[in-house]
T-cell receptor, first 113, second 113 residues
Framework: GQQLNQSPQSMFIQEGEDVSMNCTSS?????WLWYKQDPGEGPVLLIA?????ELTSNGRLTAQFGITRKDSFLNISASIPSDVGIYFC?????????????FGKGTKLSVKP | NAGVTQTPKFRILKIGQSMTLQCTQD?????MYWYRQDPGMGLKLIYY???????DKGEVPNGYNVSRSTTEDFPLRLELAAPSQTSVYFC????????????FGNGTRLTVT
């Protein structure tokens, strides 16, 4: 089935460092969503992107909807210990039904104090 | 604000047993979803519903059944549990407009032995 390639799979960083992760696809998407999942909880929406080229921030988080509509990036600036978790991208294709939200496999972030 | 509530949080089943995972939301969302999450993998859609009385298969529906008799509730039924159904199950809801983000419950961790 349709896949999103999310990278890196995991990251180990020092507190205060910046983080970048991305998702790519061979298909065009009309929506990109970024979620964070803490251990034992469900994913929580961080940022939603609806337009090619769109750059949106949420505090220290910034995400971009790639101009080709086939990729998206999430950056976290000045990481802190509570940033630890798994970050998922999700995309919806043009003309897709509500059932066509596709998730990446996640980027597991570990932050050393 | 309860949001999306799932019960139980944990369950152990023997092979061949059946059970129902409960999901209810209090946001008056028309769209509801069931996903499963396996280690190192993204979320896979099992079933979804666009409104009371309407359900549709997702990517991995085999071995599961759903019903949607009310807007609030979307139970997931496993009839003959198999080890391959060991997973964490997440229910989600959304408003339904194209691109509207999903709101997730905290998951049900199911082990089939």
């Amino acid at each position: 089935g349709q896949q999103l390639n999310q990278s890196p799979q995991s990251m180990f960083i020092q507190e205060g460092e910046d983080v970048s992760m991305n998702c790519t696809s061979s298909s065009i998407f009309n929506t990109w969503l970024w979620y964070k999942q803490d251990p034992g909880e469900g994913p929580v929406l961080l940022i939603a992107l609806y337009k090619a080229g769109e750059l949106t921030s949420n505090g220290r988080l910034t995400a971009q909807f790639g101009i080709t509509r086939k990729d998206s990036f999430l950056n976290i600036s000045a990481s802190i210990p509570s940033d630890v978790g798994i970050y998922f991208c999700a995309g919806r294709k043009d003309g897709g039904s509500q059932g066509n939200l596709i998730f990446g496999k996640g980027t597991k972030l570990s932050v050393k104090p | 604000n309860a949001g999306v509530t799932q019960t139980p949080k944990f369950r152990i089943l023997k092979i061949g047993q059946s059970m129902t995972l409960q999901c209810t939301q209090d946001m008056n969302h028309n769209y509801m979803y069931w996903y499963r999450q396996d280690p190192g993998m993204g979320l896979k859609l099992i079933y979804y519903s666009v409104g009371a009385g309407i359900t549709d298969k997702g990517e991995v529906p085999n071995g599961y059944n759903v019903s949607r008799s009310t807007t609030e509730d979307f139970p997931l039924r496993l009839e003959l549990a198999a080890p391959s159904q060991t997973s964490v199950y997440f229910c989600a809801s959304s408003e339904g407009q194209p691109g509207s983000p999903l709101h997730f419950g905290n998951g049900t961790r199911l082990t089939v032995t």
